[in-house]
């Protein structure tokens, strides 16, 4: 298996690697961008979610959410960042 490509790149000041496998799928890919409990900057966001955006911002992480458990998730007829793109998480 070949190694995953990595470039770098600048995001909102800061040098990053990043990776343009996974950043090309981060919002239409994401569990969390096709879920209706994902709702962030909200105080009913799902907990789960907000953890992972305090986590992201903490440590300047961009990340794509690929599991979850199926008693958690609930699909949304539209992708979050379709309807709104609010922020760039
Ligand atoms: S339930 Fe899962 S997919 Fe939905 S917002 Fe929470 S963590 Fe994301």
Request: with cysteine.
């Given at each position: 298996m070949a190694a995953l490509e990595v470039v770098t790149q600048m995001h909102y000041g800061t040098e990053k690697a990043v990776s343009p496998a996974a950043e090309a799928i981060r919002h239409s890919g994401s569990l969390c961008y096709?879920?209706?409990k994902f709702k962030p900057g909200k105080t009913d966001n799902c907990p789960a979610a907000e953890d992972l955006f305090m986590a992201a911002k903490k440590w300047n992480l961009a990340m794509v959410v690929?599991?979850?458990?199926i008693?958690?998730?609930e699909a949304a007829e539209q992708?979050?960042?379709e309807?709104?793109?609010?922020?760039d998480l």
């Open positions: 096709n879920c209706v690929a599991q979850c458990p008693s958690m998730f992708n979050f960042h309807q709104t793109n609010p922020f």
